[in-house]
């Protein structure tokens, strides 16, 4: 943000702090006590239970899941934003007096993990207006059964930029390993990257914050674990398919 | 008042009780009469002050009753809002049989048993008592009352009409006045003539057969005995200084009322300790323990409102991010909802046990004009919500909140249905509480529950009027981003409109830092 006001006469206090890893309470600690430092959830409040009971039910219809999860990825977004730095901002009101606030630092870029971290731009662009957003596919190989890099395109300014990286669900963090080293061969430093994620099994966070401990995971909630098919238990099955993002970029 | 009230010809509106329902020769009755805004109706504890007044206006058909009332309403000039109530709405629902007789004119509409008293009384209670009333609609084409109802709402006079608005005794215990109009029966008799074939192309003969098989009767019976109830007897030609004596009582009456409770009258701002163009003085401490739902002042948050509060931030940035902050408040404000204990069963086979919103009914009204700053990020948190609006502006010369337009959600209109309703109001900011007051006094005398009210807003001036409002209505939650410390009196230099067509400056207070006018940022 420009033209920051004549701050000399009062001295502003400094910004508030980023968020701090959750000790409140939680109700899905069960799965995961405690949680990796890196970790952060959203407020495990009733409302934003009840928005993940109608996105868990197979019975909910597609409009009604856009609905509810967008409302959960602008939420989640907004609570990844609150990680990025601020600096004391001092402005001049409409009513001549001065107020003593905060100012956004540093450029982001959102980086989704086709098919279904697509689904989450929307809300992104909603919360970040017009943020440049890259792509990552990345499927299982055949042959190895190891993640493997199909395609991916960048902003060209990527290493200068903090990266919301979004994927939906985080079961075993294969791919979202593999997503995040992509981006680390970019040039983007591990502490710059922030993952956003509406479901997470208890192996996959432990396996991606071990492999990669100062990046932060923003997600919404913490599920009981993975089914002995890697899916995420209760989970919400397919979160692509019930938005039925239906995208070919390979013939 | 209009004047189109009275330039219909006097033939016209004799006689409304057997007049076809052709909507031009039922002007404006049973509907909220405006001349302007409504001042507050209630004192800074939150209770209404008076009733409505009530007049009820009786006397045989084609006696001239409309004229009578209407006059009284042009009469009585700058009153802010009058319904005239006719009878005719409450004939009674009709089997076959009545339907039958009734289109071979052989069915009595000119009995008290026609009429629907006890609904008649009821809605006229609920009218008195300033809440709202949906009354029946009657189809003279139909000989049938309707499926529909018409929602009545914010009257401070009402002169219920009606050849038997005398007859009933729990309809005369609800008037303040009582008038009969006193007409010779040749009188009636030729005027109902004319306008029967005038207007319905009926023949003489018909008129006369009716008119002594049930009409005649009727009054001898019931109509013209009534007249003993009433307090003033109105003749039915040449009545202008009886009606003349009529509102000046009606006027001396309101009078006595306004001075009685002038005092107590809700205006938040006077209780402000704020001189003029002086800040106000230090948060007491028993305002700093409102009971206020503050957003987290996360680093987002504060910088979002770093960016509305600045001056020099540009309309489209400030419209981008009073919409993304409204969404969050909305989010936050959910937490005052009801939540139920729900098993589901996810597309994996697994049943998941969440929860589920346990409201029967949520609906949203928007304080225009800077609510309505908060709709579209009400509407992106809650799906396929109902948003009502209330057009609230303070009176430029006393800084009272006026009423000027009323549209609510149909869970509101409905009293049966407000009960169990949530309802979300939006405000831009809470600074006197004015407007706030009223609208919370709105939704109460609808019937929606103080509990059930979640005041979302992005500013709160502690030292403002928020504390009077909290005192009257404990219950309603209040949701807000940020919390200033200072009220301010100072001048708004004219903006054109907003009720202000000539873009004339007026005294107002604002807020401190505060984020300036926040409808003008949003709109112009």
């Excluded at chain 2, 981008?320 to 996810?346: G, M, N």
Aim: with cysteine; glycine share 8%.
């Amino acid at each position: 943000m420009s033209s920051t006001a004549d701050a000399t006469k009062s001295v502003p206090p400094p910004p508030p702090p980023p968020p701090q890893p959750a000790h409140v309470p939680n109700s899905n600690l069960a799965h995961m006590n405690p949680l990796p430092p890196s970790v952060f959830t959203l407020p495990q409040t009733a409302q934003l239970e009840a928005l993940y009971t109608i996105i868990r039910d197979k019975e909910t219809s597609r409009g009604d899941f856009l609905f509810y999860s967008d409302r959960i990825i602008r939420l989640l977004v907004e609570e990844g934003l609150n990680h990025l730095p601020v600096v004391a901002r001092t402005v001049e009101t409409p009513t001549g007096a001065t107020y003593n606030g905060v100012g956004f630092e540093g450029k982001i870029c959102g980086v989704s993990i086709l098919r279904a971290g697509e689904a989450m731009e929307a809300g992104l662009r909603e919360v970040c207006r017009s943020v440049r957003i890259g792509k990552i596919l990345i499927q299982r190989d055949e042959e190895t059964t190891l993640p493997k890099l199909f395609y991916s395109k960048f902003p060209q300014d990527i290493a200068q930029r903090y990266v919301l990286l979004l994927d939906p669900m985080l079961a075993t963090g294969g791919s979202a390993i593999k997503a995040v080293e992509v981006l680390m061969d970019h040039g983007v430093p591990e502490e710059r990257i922030i993952f956003i994620n509406l479901i997470a099994a208890p192996e996959g966070l432990t396996t991606f914050t071990k492999r990669f401990p100062s990046l932060k995971v923003i997600t919404g909630w913490i599920d009981e674990g993975l089914n002995d098919k890697a899916y995420i238990i209760p989970g919400l099955g397919d979160f692509g398919e019930r938005r039925q993002v239906s995208f070919f970029y390979f013939p | 008042m209009p004047d189109d009230f009275v330039k219909s010809p006097s033939y016209l509106s004799v006689s409304p009780e057997v007049i076809q329902s052709t909507p031009a020769l039922q002007p404006k009755k049973n509907t909220v009469l405006v001349s302007h805004g409504r001042p507050p109706w209630y004192a800074e504890d939150g209770q209404r002050i008076a009733d409505a007044f009530v007049i009820g206006v009786a006397g045989g058909s084609a006696s001239g009753k409309t004229h009578v009332a209407r006059q009284i309403v042009r009469r009585l000039g700058s009153i802010p809002t009058v319904i005239i109530l006719s009878q005719d709405s409450f004939y009674k629902y009709h089997n076959e049989e009545e339907l039958k007789l009734a289109h071979a004119n052989m069915l009595d509409f000119d009995h008290p048993d026609a009429i629907d008293m006890p609904m008649f009384a009821s809605c006229l209670s609920d009218l008195k008592a300033c809440k709202q009333s949906n009354i029946p609609v009657y189809s003279f084409a139909e000989h049938q009352r309707l499926e529909e109802t018409k929602y009545l709402y914010g009257a401070t006079i009402i002169i219920a009409e009606g050849i038997m608005a005398l007859v009933d005794p729990a309809l005369r215990a609800l008037y303040d006045l009582k008038v009969f109009v006193q007409c010779d029966s040749d009188l009636m008799l030729a005027r109902r003539i004319k306008r029967d074939v005038k207007e319905r192309g009926r023949d003489v003969g018909g008129i006369l057969d009716q008119y002594l098989r049930y009409v005649k009767p009727s009054y001898d019976t019931f109509v013209r005995p009534s007249a003993s109830h009433a307090d003033i007897i109105v003749p039915g030609s040449n009545n202008d200084v009886a009606i003349d004596l009529i509102c000046t009582h009606i006027r001396q009456q309101l009078q006595e009322r306004s001075n009685k409770f002038r005092q107590k009258i809700a205006i938040p701002h006077k209780y402000l300790s704020s001189r003029s163009g002086a800040s106000t003085p230090d948060p007491r401490p028993e305002d700093l323990e409102l009971d206020i739902t503050l957003l987290p002042q996360t680093r987002q948050v504060q910088g979002i409102y770093s960016i509305l509060r600045d001056r020099t931030t540009s309309r489209q940035d400030f419209v981008f991010f009073t919409d993304r902050l409204s969404t969050l408040l909305v989010e936050h404000a959910l937490q005052h909802l009801p939540y139920a204990p729900k098993t589901v069963i996810t597309p994996i086979g697994m049943d998941a046990h969440g929860k589920k919103l346990d409201a029967h009914h949520i609906c949203g009204v928007a304080i225009l004009r800077s609510g309505g700053a908060l709709e579209r990020g009400f509407r992106r948190v809650i799906n396929d919500v109902p948003v009502g609006s209330l057009l609230i502006q303070s009176d430029s010369t006393s800084g009272e909140a006026l009423l000027l337009h009323s549209m609510l959600p149909t869970y509101v209109r409905q009293r049966h249905l407000a009960k169990d309703t949530y309802v979300f109001l939006l405000d831009a900011q809470i600074g006197t509480a004015a407007a706030a007051f009223m609208a919370i006094r709105v939704l109460l005398d609808h019937g929606v529950k103080e509990d059930h009210i979640i005041f979302v807003t992005f500013l709160v001036a502690r030292t403002g009027g928020v504390s009077v409002l909290k005192g009257a209505f404990p219950s309603v939650k209040i949701v807000c981003g940020a919390i200033d410390n200072e009220m301010q009196e100072g001048w708004l230099e004219g903006y054109k409109g907003e009720g202000n067509t000539e873009g004339k400056g007026r005294k107002v207070w604002v807020m401190k830092p505060g984020m300036g006018q926040i409808g003008d940022r949003y709109y112009l």
